[in-house]
């Protein structure tokens, strides 16, 4: 279980970060504009976008192993 105490206070693991580049459609702006951090805390893979901490998503091990193989069967 992450702790999101931490996270709202420390920020995402700086180490074990990622920023995509996205869009957003519900707060539109040049495509790829906003930013997708992509970080892990505690095991889970959390999703911020924006990185505003406003909407944060965390999906545990299977849920990212689900995520990891069918991007895989997606992209190849
Ligand atoms: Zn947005």
Not at 34 to 40: D, F, G, K, T
Not at 52 to 72: F, N, P, Q, S, Y
Request: hydrophobic share 40%; net charge positive; glycine share 10%.
């Amino acid at each position: 279980m992450m702790n999101w105490n931490s996270y709202y206070t420390n920020g995402p693991n700086k180490k074990r970060r990622k920023a995509i580049p996205a869009t957003c459609a519900l707060h539109r702006g040049p495509i790829g504009f906003a930013n997708l951090l992509v970080s892990i805390q505690d095991g889970s893979i959390v999703f911020d976008p924006h990185v505003t901490g406003a909407c944060v998503m965390a999906i545990d091990k299977e849920g990212a192993t689900t995520l990891r193989d069918i991007l895989t069967e997606w992209l190849g």
